[in-house]
């Protein structure tokens, strides 16, 4: 089955600079990868996802890199601030429509 | 989007008793999802649930602890059987919009003591 691993577990940036999440998954067949922003306390959020036949994804400050050769795709969240903080997900969607999740990454922007 | 109703939103239990958690869904949907959110951690699937079929389980979950009903295409069940401390957790439901879209209900909080 798949298997999706996310590093880093934390990242601290400065207000203004640019927050880099990567992930790596297994299984060759998955095809979805979405990236959710979870904030204390709330349910997970989509914010960007991309889809196997694409390489790269934006939306204002977040864009989503795909490699499916190396198997492994990144968030980028450029001008950061505050509102940023929070945890973000990566997940791969494997035949069956399963989302497998990575680890987590907790994302701290310092004013 | 799909909007999931999810409740209760937390519940304190007692070890040895069971709770069920429920999720109605406003659109029909095909699949459902059961996800586990121990604390500080990831989402780890604990089922899918497609109406007029049984639940399709993960390793590691069974159905003799996480029962799960599907009777129609919006709503769904979790039960927690038989509960310890170590069940305490966050549990979220989950359905696709279009066949990737994910959206979550706003998930249970359950502590046992």
């Known amino acids: 089955g798949e298997n999706v691993e996310q590093h880093p577990s934390t990242l601290s940036v400065q207000e203004g600079d640019s927050a880099v999440i990567k992930c790596t998954y297994s299984d060759s067949a998955s095809n979805y990868f979405p990236w959710y922003k979870q904030e204390l306390g709330k349910r997970p959020q989509l914010i960007i996802d991309i889809r196997s036949n694409v390489g790269e994804k934006k939306d204002q400050r977040i864009a989503v890199t795909l490699n499916k050769t190396a198997k492994h795709f990144s968030l980028h969240i450029t001008e950061t601030q505050p509102e940023d903080s929070a945890v973000y997900f990566c997940a791969g969607m494997d035949s069956s429509y399963k989302l497998i999740f990575g680890s987590g990454t907790r994302l701290l922007v310092r004013p | 989007s799909a909007v999931i109703s999810q409740k209760p939103s937390r519940d304190i239990c007692q070890r040895g008793t069971s709770l069920t958690i429920q999720c109605q869904v406003d659109s029909q949907v095909t699949m459902m999802f059961w996800y586990r959110q121990q604390p500080g951690q990831s989402l780890t699937l604990i089922a899918t649930?497609?109406?007029?079929?049984?639940?399709?389980?993960e390793s590691g979950f069974v159905i003799d602890k996480f029962p799960i009903s599907r009777p129609n295409l919006t709503f769904s069940t979790l039960t927690v059987s038989n509960m310890s401390p170590e069940d305490s957790s966050i549990y979220l439901c989950s359905t696709l919009q279009g066949d990737t879209e994910a959206f979550f209900g706003q998930g249970t909080r359950l502590t046992v003591v």
């Open positions: 649930a497609n109406q007029g079929s049984e639940a399709t389980y």
